[in-house]
């Protein structure tokens, strides 16, 4: 069936798809706030309770609550981004108000404000959630206006790998020179770098985001039906089968998460070397660049399908982390080499796992003849922040339990050490065994002839139009 597929794939015309909307919606999602989310995702945590101060209970409160909510307002969102009907169309409004929203919020979160420590609990978490919720507001729109302005396969995935690489190329950015450019900033006389670099971030996706308003259009859409939202609902999560596809998304983003989030902690209590930090994440980051950038088109030719691509990052990714979880730190060269191979293999399920979104999209317009693009986004990201939630909370709430002392290097009680080694190469492994069997179960596979043939059809109707 699968190669039914690519035969019916090739055998069409190609759409002609921008080189400045393909960029655009790159760097949209993946330039600026990608960038702020790396730093977000690496040294907030480390912000709050080694800066800041508040416990690691406190600060895991924090993620919880704002990391929650960030998951369950998605689908919020995504019923609201299907019924917007404006001139502009459904989802592209939504890109003139992000960049603001989004640069308010993530340079709030770095500034320390002189409150006690309730008075700090408070401020973040109003802000982390603000932060959140912004991030929402973009979000959905940006992963249902693919579907709904490009239909074939090859050029969908042309721009998800160039996002995918325009993702690693952030996280590496921002992961691995971090500290040289708050540093920088810092010696320009700014008190605290973290805040004029989310200004930078924030220029950027201006740029970005008022481009993709310009250059997009939504051609593949199905007229909004005078239904309730309750009956939207119903059509969509009466399909039991795309299930997998929830369990997948969600183990790919825990997976993907603590590979950035734990390693700090681990360099600097683990191996008690925090000299190393820089260096340590570099490797990951870059390694992440070079899966995203190099190593995923080739996996793509090499397996056909990006089910079957996935199955070897997870695979692959098994195999590291279980010897880097024994043997990591006995030598620094074996660390490094294998966290490489590791972040080379694993980071590009984070992009791979896009694809299923389109496969979702299309499934549902082919059962139900709907454009529920925002809604299928929206559980994407539902299971997407949920798993962020599992990961930063997680993370805190594991280091609160384990006895965690902040700034104790070379002295935190073993139980946080055997913590610390899990949350870095233990539980990643776990997520790759879970997704592995849930993609056994992918509904779309037995379908993706006659919704080949029905994606033609709109293509056709289209153009005639």
């Not at 209970?57 to 009907?85: K, Q, Y």
């Not at 590291?320 to 660390?335: D, H, I, V, W």
Request: contains cysteine.
């Amino acid at each position: 069936m699968e190669e039914k597929l690519l035969q019916t794939t090739i055998a069409q015309p190609q759409e002609k798809v921008s080189k400045l909307f393909s960029w655009s919606y790159a760097s949209a999602l993946n330039g600026g706030p990608m960038l702020a989310g790396a730093v977000i995702s690496t040294y907030f945590a480390v912000f709050m309770t080694d800066t800041m101060l508040l416990p690691a209970a406190a600060a895991s409160l924090i993620m919880f609550i704002s990391t929650l909510w960030d998951a369950i307002n998605d689908p919020i969102m995504g019923v609201i981004a299907d019924r917007t009907n404006t001139k502009w169309g459904r989802y592209r409004p939504y890109f003139v108000p992000a960049p603001i929203l989004f640069t308010f919020f993530a340079t709030l979160l770095w500034v320390n404000p002189d409150f006690s420590a309730t008075g700090k609990f408070i401020y973040i978490l109003i802000i982390y959630i603000g932060y959140g919720m912004s991030g929402t507001m973009y979000t959905m729109p940006h992963m249902a206006l693919l579907p709904a302005v490009v239909k074939d396969n090859e050029q969908r995935n042309k721009i998800i790998a160039l996002s995918a690489g325009m993702m690693a190329l952030m996280f590496t950015v921002g992961s691995t020179f971090t500290t040289t450019i708050t540093g920088f900033f810092e010696n320009m006389g700014f008190s605290n770098g973290f805040i004029p670099l989310m200004l930078f971030c924030g220029i950027l996706s201006f740029f970005s985001f008022w481009t993709l308003f310009k250059t997009s259009k939504e051609r593949y859409l199905t007229k909004i039906e005078n239904t309730s939202i309750k009956q939207d609902l119903k059509r969509v999560l009466k399909h039991k089968e795309l299930t997998p596809f929830l369990i997948v998304w969600l183990m790919a983003s825990v997976g993907y998460g603590l590979m950035f989030s734990s390693s700090v902690y681990y360099v600097m209590y683990y191996l008690g070397r925090p000299d190393l930090i820089p260096l340590y994440m570099g490797i990951v980051s870059i390694g992440a660049l070079v899966s995203m950038m190099v190593l995923m088109p080739i996996v793509l030719k090499i397996f056909k399908t990006g089910q079957r691509a996935l199955v070897f990052t997870q695979v692959g990714a098994i195999i590291c982390y279980t010897l880097l979880f024994f043997f990591g730190k006995s030598n620094l060269t074996f660390l490094y080499v294998v966290t490489f191979l590791a972040s080379s293999i694993a980071s590009m399920q984070n992009a791979l796992v896009n694809v299923l979104v389109n496969d979702a999209i299309d499934y549902i317009q082919f059962k139900e003849g709907i454009s529920a693009n925002g809604l299928i986004a929206s559980i994407k990201g539902f299971a997407q922040k949920t798993g962020n939630t599992i990961t930063n909370s997680g993370i805190l709430a594991l280091l609160a339990v384990s006895g965690y002392v902040a700034g104790a290097i070379g002295n935190q009680p073993e139980s946080t050490m055997t913590a610390i080694n899990f949350l870095r190469f233990g539980a990643p492994t776990i997520t790759a065994v879970i997704l592995l069997v849930a993609l056994r179960f992918n509904p779309v596979a037995k379908h993706y002839g006659d919704i080949e043939e029905m994606k033609n059809l709109m293509k056709s109707k289209a153009q005639e139009d």
